[in-house]
């Protein structure tokens, strides 16, 4: 008989762990792959897997898939849940405008459109147009919007779309009187914006050469570079701007000045939160080329510029203030002993800062919920902004000429709106408020506090219908991200919004990692104290446990990317804890997740295996090197895309065929392959509906859980 790879390779078995579940994972073969690190062999038995364009990868996402697929389509909550997830998704969901060149600029979508649609006016109370739909870029929806930028007078918009939720950007430029593109095209942007030069004349981006062959989704991303694009010119012909050609991991991205006479370019080597800061004169609003000049290149601090005013630049900083503050810099003697501080440190983290109007609007976090604060241009406090609710706000942003701004407000149970704020007189009305099948008046939210192993308190924030029994009987989703400066604190969601209606308690837990309470928050769970966040999140579900909310038959856990890791090493380190683990597109390999395309911007918070002290950590919690064999494990189920090129697939591959080899008991371990998709960004609704809902379909199933 001929053998085919498949037949070789995937060839299915019944796996003594799943036989109760009536599952046959594919076997997936093994190779003899050992690796050294310092004193430490460790064995890498599914590394042909890091090799997405292989056919044997392919033909075993095929049969994965196929496995996943049976076990969900016999799940009896599979279609009321996804019934329900439909009906709460449907409703008319606005962004937050904003305004140039005399244009009113929105997204909206009515409701299950696959991608959000662009929408232009001059006024606020005329009928807009229609400025970009990007829903007629493909038949399935997965060419996504992934920014827009209009041009100083209103006339041109720039725009970049990517193509099945990919990281690598094309940037065109749209005619909006005629609604025709303009022959500019431009090639390998990745994780950049495009920012206009004041006289329209052209943009600058930030773009990597062209990958090699066969590696586009997987190579490693090093030296970016900024450009300036003149419109009418080919992308051959663009002016290199500023590189590093010694400092492989420098990146750049680039702003232009209220008054069009500057150019700011962030210069970031990492995803942390310390960066550098160069200028580069415009004069009378264009470029004439020149060489930046910097402002500080030492990296040791967050620089965020806020506005030109006067000769001198506000930066929103934490050099020398963990919460954060104001500072300002004369441009005529930038060095860092000039420097003065504006707006002082306060007891909150200050989380975003905006110069609109001649004003300062300084957003907090005050326990994980947002505090928005008017100083005026002296530095000096005028008022605070009345928000709805304890919730989150975001938006605020805008020209130093503006005399308004927009922003969204939103909490666990309530869907975002979206208010104009009037910076002079501090009046906020609705600009928009949506319509839902969600019945807000029967849930509430409470924040509660929880203290870690180590004596730590942080918030967690559950929603749940009113009258909550608490008798440990609750069917409980416990979310949590714990990384890279990113706070998470409460907002309205479609799935949680689902899991509520199908009589369930959805928690957030605001754990260190993250930027609730500052950067030093931010550092407690970094690198070698990585072990804070898990702790934090274990904390987190024994409090939910104690307090009768749920227990670990009817408490499940969930997280993406870095959350991803979190639930993954969570679910290794206390198994008995929780019912149901659902990673998606987790980091799982924290020995080589550098080695793939964006993936080594990351070591600022998680450190590399190339170190001693920071491998032994690394490998201490490594969710694909930590599964317990011969230990009972919640049901799994991992989530990944086949085009996720933020964190690569492989991360996923190789820890769900870890966890099907390893004996882990009989609950499901699977892994739910999108065919299309990458990390999350840019998804069509329909490719949403039907993965989350299956995550909340899986859990529920996995807790006997009856959906009507």
Same mark, same amino acid.
């Given at each position: 008989?001929?053998?085919?790879?498949?037949?070789?390779?995937?060839?299915?078995?019944?796996?003594?762990?799943?036989?109760?579940?009536?599952?046959?994972?594919?076997?997936?073969?093994?190779?003899?792959?050992?690796?050294?690190?310092?004193?430490?062999?460790?064995?890498?038995?599914?590394?042909?897997?890091?090799?997405?364009?292989?056919?044997?990868?392919?033909?075993?996402?095929?049969?994965?898939n196929?496995?996943?697929?049976?076990?969900?389509?016999?799940?009896?909550?599979?279609?009321?849940?996804?019934?329900?997830?439909?009906?709460?998704?449907?409703?008319?969901?606005?962004?937050?405008?904003?305004?140039?060149?005399g244009?009113?600029?929105?997204?909206?979508?009515?409701?299950?459109?696959?991608?959000?649609?662009?929408?232009?006016?001059?006024?606020?109370?005329?009928?807009?147009?229609?400025?970009?739909?990007?829903?007629?870029l493909?038949?399935?929806?997965t060419?996504?919007?992934?920014?827009?930028?209009?041009?100083?007078?209103?006339?041109?918009?720039?725009?970049?779309?990517?193509?099945?939720?990919?990281?690598?950007?094309?940037?065109?430029?749209?005619?909006?009187?005629?609604?025709?593109?303009?022959?500019?095209?431009?090639?390998?942007?990745?994780?950049?914006?495009?920012?206009?030069?004041?006289?329209?004349?052209?943009?600058?981006?930030?773009r990597?050469?062209?990958?090699?062959?066969?590696?586009?989704?997987?190579?490693?991303?090093?030296?970016?570079?900024?450009?300036?694009?003149?419109?009418?010119?080919?992308?051959?012909?663009?002016?290199?701007?500023?590189?590093?050609?010694?400092?492989?991991?420098?990146?750049?991205?680039?702003?232009?000045?209220?008054?069009?006479?500057?150019?700011?370019?962030?210069?970031?080597?990492?995803?942390?939160?310390?960066?550098?800061?160069?200028?580069?004169?415009?004069?009378?609003?264009?470029?004439?080329?020149?060489?930046?000049?910097?402002?500080?290149?030492?990296?040791?601090?967050?620089?965020?510029?806020?506005?030109?005013?006067?000769?001198?630049l506000?930066?929103?900083?934490?050099?020398?203030?963990p919460?954060?503050?104001?500072?300002?810099?004369?441009?005529?003697?930038?060095?860092? #002993? =000039?420097? /003065?501080? *504006?707006?002082?440190?306060?007891?909150?983290?200050?989380?975003? +800062? $905006? @110069?609109? %109007? &001649? !004003?300062?609007?300084l957003?907090?976090?005050h326990?994980?919920?947002?505090?928005?604060?008017?100083?005026? #241009? =002296?530095? /000096?406090? *005028?008022?605070?902004?009345?928000?709805?609710?304890?919730?989150? +706000? $975001? @938006?605020? %942003? &805008? !020209?130093?000429?503006?005399?308004?701004?927009?922003?969204?407000?939103?909490?666990?149970?309530?869907p975002?709106?979206?208010?104009?704020?009037?910076?002079?007189?501090?009046?906020?009305?609705?600009?928009?408020?949506?319509?839902?099948?969600?019945?807000?008046?029967?849930?509430?939210?409470?924040?509660?506090?929880?203290?870690?192993?180590?004596?730590?308190?942080?918030?967690?924030?559950?929603?749940?219908?009113?009258?909550?029994?608490?008798?440990?009987?609750?069917?409980?989703?416990?979310?949590?991200?714990?990384?890279?400066?990113?706070?998470?604190?409460?907002?309205?969601?479609?799935?949680?919004?689902?899991?509520?209606?199908?009589?369930?308690?959805?928690?957030?837990?605001?754990?260190?990692?993250?930027?609730?309470?500052?950067?030093?928050?931010?550092e407690?769970?970094?690198?070698?104290?990585?072990?804070?966040?898990?702790?934090?999140?274990?904390?987190?579900?024994?409090?939910?446990?104690k307090?009768?909310?749920?227990?670990?038959?009817?408490?499940?856990?969930?997280?993406?990317s870095?959350?991803?890791?979190?639930?993954?090493?969570?679910?290794?380190?206390?198994?008995?804890?929780?019912?149901?683990?659902?990673?998606?597109?987790?980091?799982?390999?924290?020995?080589?997740?550098?080695?793939?395309?964006?993936?080594?911007?990351?070591?600022t918070d998680?450190?590399?295996?190339?170190?001693?002290?920071?491998?032994?950590?690394?490998?201490?919690?490594?969710?694909?090197?930590?599964?317990?064999n011969?230990?009972?494990?919640?049901?799994?189920?991992?989530?990944?895309?086949?085009?996720?090129?933020?964190?690569?697939?492989?991360?996923?591959?190789?820890?769900?065929?870890?966890?099907?080899?390893?004996?882990?008991?009989?609950?499901?371990k699977?892994i739910?392959?999108?065919?299309?998709?990458?990390h999350?960004?840019?998804?069509?609704?329909?490719?949403?509906?039907?993965?989350?809902?299956?995550?909340?379909?899986?859990?529920?199933?996995?807790?006997?859980?009856?959906?009507?």
């Amino acid at each position: 008989m001929k053998l085919t790879l498949s037949s070789v390779a995937i060839t299915a078995v019944v796996a003594t762990s799943a036989q109760a579940q009536g599952l046959n994972y594919p076997v997936t073969r093994k190779v003899d792959q050992v690796d050294a690190y310092h004193d430490t062999a460790v064995a890498d038995p599914y590394r042909w897997l890091e090799d997405d364009n292989s056919a044997e990868t392919k033909a075993w996402v095929v049969e994965q898939n196929k496995v996943t697929d049976r076990f969900l389509e016999a799940m009896p909550q599979r279609l009321p849940t996804r019934r329900i997830y439909t009906e709460l998704y449907n409703f008319e969901r606005y962004g937050i405008p904003f305004s140039e060149g005399g244009r009113y600029f929105w997204s909206r979508n009515d409701g299950l459109q696959q991608q959000n649609v662009i929408y232009t006016a001059k006024s606020l109370k005329d009928a807009p147009v229609i400025a970009l739909d990007p829903n007629l870029l493909s038949k399935d929806g997965t060419v996504a919007l992934t920014g827009l930028v209009p041009s100083r007078d209103g006339k041109l918009l720039a725009y970049g779309i990517a193509g099945a939720g990919s990281d690598w950007q094309v940037w065109k430029v749209r005619d909006l009187a005629t609604g025709q593109d303009l022959e500019d095209k431009i090639d390998w942007v990745k994780f950049s914006s495009a920012a206009w030069t004041a006289d329209g004349k052209g943009f600058f981006y930030s773009r990597y050469d062209a990958p090699k062959e066969g590696v586009k989704l997987t190579g490693a991303n090093y030296f970016q570079k900024l450009y300036y694009h003149r419109l009418g010119s080919p992308q051959a012909e663009d002016v290199l701007v500023t590189e590093n050609r010694d400092d492989k991991e420098w990146g750049f991205g680039a702003d232009v000045s209220d008054d069009g006479q500057l150019l700011l370019i962030n210069v970031w080597k990492s995803a942390g939160s310390k960066n550098g800061l160069l200028v580069l004169p415009l004069p009378k609003g264009s470029f004439v080329g020149g060489k930046p000049q910097p402002i500080t290149l030492d990296f040791d601090a967050l620089y965020s510029p806020v506005a030109v005013t006067g000769g001198k630049l506000i930066v929103k900083t934490d050099k020398g203030a963990p919460r954060g503050k104001l500072i300002v810099i004369d441009l005529k003697n930038p060095a860092p #002993a =000039d420097w /003065k501080t *504006l707006v002082p440190e306060g007891p909150d983290a200050m989380t975003s +800062a $905006s @110069g609109v %109007g &001649g !004003r300062y609007l300084l957003s907090y976090l005050h326990d994980a919920a947002t505090l928005v604060r008017a100083h005026g #241009a =002296d530095g /000096k406090p *005028l008022s605070e902004v009345k928000l709805p609710g304890v919730g989150t +706000a $975001s @938006g605020f %942003g &805008g !020209r130093w000429s503006d005399t308004e701004t927009f922003f969204s407000y939103t909490s666990l149970t309530t869907p975002a709106e979206v208010h104009r704020y009037d910076v002079k007189t501090g009046a906020i009305t609705l600009f928009k408020k949506p319509k839902t099948a969600f019945n807000a008046d029967e849930f509430e939210t409470r924040r509660e506090f929880v203290t870690s192993k180590d004596g730590t308190r942080f918030p967690i924030f559950i929603a749940a219908k009113k009258g909550l029994k608490l008798d440990g009987t609750n069917p409980t989703l416990l979310y949590g991200y714990g990384g890279f400066n990113i706070a998470i604190t409460p907002a309205y969601g479609v799935t949680s919004a689902t899991w509520l209606k199908m009589g369930g308690v959805y928690v957030i837990a605001s754990i260190r990692g993250g930027g609730e309470y500052g950067s030093a928050w931010h550092e407690a769970g970094t690198q070698l104290n990585k072990q804070n966040v898990f702790d934090d999140f274990i904390a987190a579900g024994e409090w939910l446990v104690k307090n009768q909310v749920a227990s670990p038959a009817t408490l499940a856990i969930n997280g993406g990317s870095n959350g991803g890791l979190l639930v993954g090493a969570v679910a290794n380190q206390r198994p008995d804890l929780f019912a149901a683990a659902v990673p998606q597109v987790g980091v799982m390999d924290m020995l080589r997740y550098q080695n793939f395309t964006i993936g080594w911007a990351w070591a600022t918070d998680y450190g590399t295996s190339d170190k001693p002290d920071l491998f032994k950590a690394l490998y201490a919690y490594s969710p694909i090197h930590n599964i317990k064999n011969g230990t009972k494990y919640p049901a799994v189920m991992i989530t990944t895309g086949d085009h996720d090129d933020r964190v690569v697939p492989a991360h996923s591959f190789k820890y769900a065929a870890t966890l099907q080899a390893a004996d882990t008991g009989t609950a499901p371990k699977l892994i739910r392959i999108e065919v299309n998709a990458g990390h999350g960004a840019g998804k069509p609704t329909s490719k949403i509906i039907e993965e989350r809902s299956d995550i909340l379909a899986f859990i529920a199933n996995t807790m006997k859980l009856d959906v009507k």
